[in-house]
């Protein structure tokens, strides 16, 4: 058995997320602990019970990479580890963290400063993006071409096959969306996301992002991990900051991270955080592997009994 820890990127957040697990494990809750520590307010508190601020980019980040290394932490307390580890988006830093290369501490004040700096680089209702899904990359990489006479619009995430996401000017991509539907698209809806996220529109974010990543002191990484810019293996130290600056701002190449997983031999894929988002685009790009996700106590049961028996 290889297995593939993935991790849960900005949308997947849910009030209450966590709790559960904070309450019933040590290790869980002293992440929390730690988080509210080095960010010198109550995430906890805001993962629980403030829905609104978590739904705010600034502090979704942080509390998903929380919620998902307080997963991570129960699940190395029962003994299972992982071959690999990749994310999207946002959840490429809690595999990068999974990976030892960032402190947690670290971790947590970074993609707090990245939300805040994503929301900064396109102001509130100038960009929007919309997912796609019953169309070919092909098509819906035609009619990004097609409605950029409107202003900016281009393929954002590719997630899986027949499930792309579009972004960019509010208007540019609103029409294209709309020409998806209209051809032959089975699915189109809005994203609740603050900008126009993986778009060249975000390199104001991604300068900003540049000069907090190159203070940073990077680990080594104890297990190999699969980058959105590219969808392959990191190769060194070397290459993670020029791909966590590219990252914000470069189409997030799922898809391929997935498939690229597939050909090393994964054949168990566990989502470790917030949702099941993950676990699906996996089921549409590889047949028959396993697949579980770790959010809370059933979960996490489920996940140690399949794969410890």
Not at 81 to 95: F, I, Q, R
Not at 242 to 265: A, N, R
Not at 288 to 309: D, P, R, S, Y
């Amino acid at each position: 058995m290889k297995i593939a820890f993935l991790f849960s990127g900005q949308g997947a957040q849910y009030i209450g997320m966590g709790k559960e697990l904070q309450e019933q494990y040590a290790c869980a809750k002293e992440i929390f602990q730690r988080a509210d520590d080095a960010l010198g307010f109550s995430l906890s508190n805001i993962c629980f019970e403030q829905e609104e601020k978590l739904n705010q980019t600034e502090f979704t980040q942080p509390a998903i990479l929380t919620m998902s290394m307080a997963a991570l932490a129960c699940l190395k307390e029962k003994g299972i580890k992982a071959d690999y580890a990749a994310g999207l988006s946002l959840g490429e830093y809690s595999a990068y963290t999974a990976s030892g290369v960032f402190q947690f501490e670290d971790a947590v004040k970074l993609v707090q400063k990245r939300g805040r700096f994503m929301t900064e680089a396109v102001p509130e209702g100038k960009g929007s993006m919309y997912a796609i899904i019953g169309m070919e990359r092909e098509q819906v990489e035609d009619i990004c071409k097609e409605y950029s006479q409107y202003g900016f619009v281009t393929p954002a995430n590719y997630n899986a096959p027949g499930q792309i996401v579009i972004a960019g000017e509010t208007e540019a991509t609103a029409k294209a969306a709309g020409a998806a539907k209209e051809n032959g698209a089975k699915i189109v809806s809005k994203l609740n996301v603050s900008g126009p996220f993986h778009t060249v529109l975000l390199k104001p974010a991604s300068e900003k992002l540049a000069q907090e990543l190159q203070q940073l002191h990077l680990c080594d990484m104890t297990i190999p991990v699969i980058t959105n810019v590219t969808g392959q293996e990191v190769e060194n130290n070397e290459e993670i900051i020029p791909l966590l600056i590219k990252q914000v701002m470069s189409p997030v190449k799922w898809e391929e991270t997935i498939i690229t997983l597939s050909q090393k031999g994964v054949d168990t894929f566990i989502e470790v955080g917030p949702g099941k988002t993950l676990s699906g685009f996996v089921k549409r790009t590889v047949k028959g592997a396993t697949i579980l996700n770790i959010e809370n106590q059933k979960t996490l049961e489920k996940a140690v009994e399949k794969l410890l028996g």
